[in-house]
């Protein structure tokens, strides 16, 4: 059984209550019409909290090539050559092209996530580890199986 989130639980507790209060109530009181506007501002928004964003950097690249290879085989689980060959065999591949207005982030961390996510295991691999070390959105580490289908072979 799915996991309700705190909106869902919200709105069907106020829909419980203004039906009850229309079935029990002729007259429409103030506290129905305050309920009323509650459910209306409820269920008008997509969430219930303020949101805040995630702190970025984009000085990583210049972070990662500063970095001793001991350091970088940690982040990237390959050393600098091996990564820089990898990026050069994927980046013209379709995947890593949209037609969105939203750019996709570029294709060295792309790999960068992916090949750290993967080569951990446990809380190691949490998005939000992920996300704080490399100043990503979240996103970024939703790996969609499909994807590696889709590479194929590097030829």
Same mark, same amino acid.
């Given at each position: 059984?799915?996991?309700?989130?705190?909106?869902?639980?919200?709105?069907?507790?106020?829909?419980?209550?203004?039906?009850?209060?229309?079935?029990?109530? *002729?007259?429409?009181?103030?506290?129905?019409?305050?309920?009323?506007?509650?459910?209306?501002?409820?269920?008008?928004?997509?969430?219930?909290?303020?949101?805040?964003?995630?702190?970025?950097?984009?000085? !990583?690249?210049?972070?990662?090539?500063?970095?001793? /290879?001991?350091?970088?085989?940690?982040?990237?689980?390959?050393?600098?050559?091996?990564?820089?060959? $990898?990026?050069? $065999?994927?980046?013209?591949?379709?995947?890593? /092209?949209? *037609?969105?207005? *939203?750019?996709?982030?570029? @294709?060295?961390?792309? !790999?960068?996530?992916?090949?750290?996510?993967?080569?951990?295991?446990?809380?190691?691999?949490?998005?939000?580890?992920? @996300?704080?070390?490399?100043?990503?959105?979240?996103?970024?580490?939703?790996?969609?199986?499909?994807?590696?289908?889709? !590479?194929?072979?590097?030829?």
């Amino acid at each position: 059984m799915p996991i309700k989130s705190e909106r869902a639980v919200l709105i069907a507790e106020l829909e419980n209550l203004l039906r009850h209060m229309t079935l029990e109530c *002729n007259d429409k009181s103030v506290e129905f019409t305050e309920i009323m506007d509650i459910y209306e501002a409820v269920t008008g928004s997509r969430y219930l909290k303020h949101r805040s964003a995630v702190p970025k950097t984009r000085a !990583l690249v210049e972070i990662l090539m500063q970095i001793g /290879e001991r350091e970088f085989k940690m982040l990237a689980r390959c050393d600098k050559a091996s990564f820089i060959r $990898l990026v050069e $065999l994927i980046k013209y591949h379709p995947v890593f /092209e949209n *037609n969105s207005r *939203n750019k996709q982030s570029p @294709v060295w961390l792309q !790999l960068l996530v992916v090949m750290n996510r993967l080569g951990c295991d446990g809380n190691g691999a949490s998005i939000q580890r992920m @996300v704080m070390l490399n100043g990503t959105s979240y996103g970024t580490y939703q790996i969609r199986y499909p994807f590696w289908r889709s !590479l194929g072979t590097l030829d």
